[in-house]
């Protein structure tokens, strides 16, 4: 795979960046993340990646522009997870998920993309089009689906 970044260790990887979302299912991702960045000695980041009408339809409907929603949904997150400040990183972006998740995992040396693929745990639902089978796809960071 030409463009792939590669390392040799799992010792190598630096950062696992989660993919998540205020379900149930993605509180076992978020807790198997944590339990794999401590083993790796890496840090541990949280991507939520909203669709980009979502922000403009808050735009409208509250008057609260991007940062204020970023830092409402960062509040949200710590709260469903039951996070302090400071204890894991948290990205909150808007558009594409796969896109994004991807634009972060490009901002560190050697990560680890850990998502679930969804909450049927159908294989069948991964190959017919998620995030996951983009990112698996067309993706240059290593990826862990599950």
Do not use: C
Not at 29 to 43: D, F, H, Y
Not at 120 to 136: P, T, V
Request: charged content about 30%; aromatic content about 8%.
């Amino acid at each position: 795979m030409d463009g792939l970044r590669h390392f040799h260790r799992l010792s190598d990887i630096d950062t696992v960046i989660v993919g998540v979302d205020l379900s149930e299912e993605s509180k076992e991702l978020v807790r198997e993340g944590q339990w794999l960045s401590k083993a790796l000695g890496a840090e541990l980041v949280l991507i939520n990646v909203r669709p980009l009408d979502r922000y403009i339809e808050t735009v409208f409907a509250t008057q609260t522009f991007w940062d204020e929603d970023v830092e409402q949904t960062i509040r949200e997150i710590r709260k469903f997870y039951d996070l302090r400040p400071g204890d894991i990183k948290i990205e909150v972006r808007f558009g594409d998920p796969a896109t994004e998740i991807e634009a972060l995992s490009e901002t560190y040396p050697n990560p680890l993309v850990f998502i679930g693929h969804s909450k049927k745990k159908s294989w069948e639902k991964l190959l017919s089009g998620s995030a996951s089978r983009d990112l698996a796809a067309e993706s240059r960071t290593h990826i862990l689906i599950y």
